[in-house]
């Protein structure tokens, strides 16, 4: 395998990236990405290519994507309002429909510009292939669903074939109907289900600051239940962290909160010994 036609010359170097790649081949690594990675042209490029690398390398990873903002985007266009209990958005059933719509446009658009790469992905989406059995978040924000069952077979099959699991974060209720689910958790409840090595969680943000507002490069699950109750740890960090230590302490090795923003941060996590965001662990 030639590592220098694989590897963007603004990424890690080839001897981290060899090391990490024997450290890490026989164990699933699950992204979730959102925000601004799927929007500005150039952070989605650099997420496509950094994914591609992983695949090229032979290891095996499972990406889940977000889509609020291309949500929001599609909802505006239909007039559609929407409100938010605790960072959840309360979901109708006009609303359900246009975020389905959204969110498998953009899961063709990841997927094409996977293959366009060289690299090979699958799309997993409610209707066609639905690998997530959901119930009820609560009765007052409609149709959106807490995992319950994660079906890993499907998603192991694809990854034994030397391929991309790309996720829809919807799932399918015992009543048939289909539900969105926060992204964070859904890939926090298939990290868990995969006993995954690494948990990335792509953000907007650094990672978890202190209250000086610096990075805290690593926190174990006792300081980040600290910061939860002193309120270091606020706002929409908040449903984050609590997926973050849910899995951690249900089977997966370490969980990292990325900044998306960041160049090629997927790999520098992956890939070297700085790393590139906040590591936690049990």
Same mark, same amino acid.
């Given at each position: 395998?030639?590592?220098?036609?694989?590897?963007?010359?603004?990424?890690?170097?080839?001897?981290?990236?060899?090391?990490?790649?024997?450290?890490?081949?026989?164990?699933i690594?699950?992204?979730?990405?959102?925000?601004?990675?799927?929007? %500005?042209?150039? +952070?989605f490029?650099q !997420?496509?290519?950094?994914?591609?690398?992983? *695949?090229?390398?032979?290891? $095996? =990873?499972?990406?889940?994507?977000?889509?609020?903002?291309?949500i929001?985007?599609?909802?505006?266009?239909?007039?559609?309002?929407?409100?938010?209990?605790?960072?959840?958005?309360?979901?109708?059933?006009k609303?359900?429909k246009?975020?389905? %719509?959204?969110? +498998?446009?953009?899961? !063709?658009?990841?997927?094409?510009?996977?293959? *366009?790469?060289?690299?090979? $992905? =699958?799309?997993?989406?409610?209707?066609?292939n639905?690998?997530?059995?959901?119930?009820?978040?609560?009765?007052?924000?409609?149709?959106?669903?807490?995992?319950?069952?994660?079906?890993?077979?499907?998603?192991?099959?694809?990854?034994n074939?030397?391929?991309?699991?790309?996720?829809?974060?919807?799932?399918?209720?015992?009543?048939? *109907?289909?539900?969105?689910?926060?992204?964070?958790?859904?890939a926090?409840?298939?990290?868990?289900?995969l006993k995954?090595?690494?948990?990335?969680?792509?953000?907007?943000?650094?990672?978890?600051?202190?209250?000086?507002?610096?990075?805290?490069?690593?926190?174990?699950?006792?300081?980040?239940?600290?910061?939860?109750?002193?309120?270091?740890?606020?706002g929409?960090?908040?449903?984050?962290?609590?997926?973050?230590?849910?899995?951690?302490?249900?089977?997966?090795?370490?969980?990292?909160?990325?900044?998306?923003?960041?160049q090629?941060?997927?790999?520098?996590?992956?890939?070297?010994?700085k790393?590139?965001?906040?590591?936690?662990?049990k």
């Amino acid at each position: 395998m030639e590592l220098e036609k694989i590897l963007p010359n603004n990424g890690p170097s080839i001897d981290e990236v060899k090391k990490y790649t024997t450290k890490y081949s026989n164990d699933i690594i699950v992204i979730k990405c959102g925000g601004s990675v799927l929007l %500005e042209k150039n +952070l989605f490029n650099q !997420f496509i290519e950094d994914i591609s690398v992983i *695949n090229k390398l032979g290891l $095996s =990873v499972v990406v889940v994507h977000g889509g609020g903002k291309n949500i929001q985007k599609k909802l505006e266009e239909h007039n559609l309002k929407s409100a938010f209990i605790d960072g959840l958005r309360v979901t109708d059933e006009k609303t359900i429909k246009i975020v389905e %719509e959204a969110l +498998l446009e953009l899961n !063709f658009e990841i997927l094409s510009e996977i293959n *366009n790469h060289h690299a090979n $992905s =699958v799309a997993i989406s409610p209707k066609k292939n639905n690998v997530i059995s959901v119930t009820p978040e609560r009765k007052e924000l409609g149709f959106v669903g807490t995992p319950t069952e994660i079906k890993k077979d499907t998603i192991l099959e694809i990854i034994n074939e030397k391929k991309i699991p790309l996720i829809v974060p919807m799932g399918i209720g015992e009543d048939n *109907n289909i539900y969105n689910i926060n992204a964070d958790v859904a890939a926090g409840a298939i990290a868990k289900e995969l006993k995954a090595r690494r948990l990335l969680l792509m953000t907007d943000v650094e990672g978890v600051l202190d209250k000086s507002k610096n990075l805290i490069s690593e926190i174990n699950s006792s300081i980040a239940n600290e910061m939860l109750k002193n309120k270091t740890i606020a706002g929409g960090m908040i449903p984050k962290i609590k997926t973050c230590l849910d899995a951690v302490n249900n089977g997966v090795t370490g969980v990292v909160i990325v900044d998306g923003r960041k160049q090629h941060s997927i790999l520098f996590e992956i890939f070297s010994d700085k790393g590139a965001g906040t590591l936690i662990r049990k």
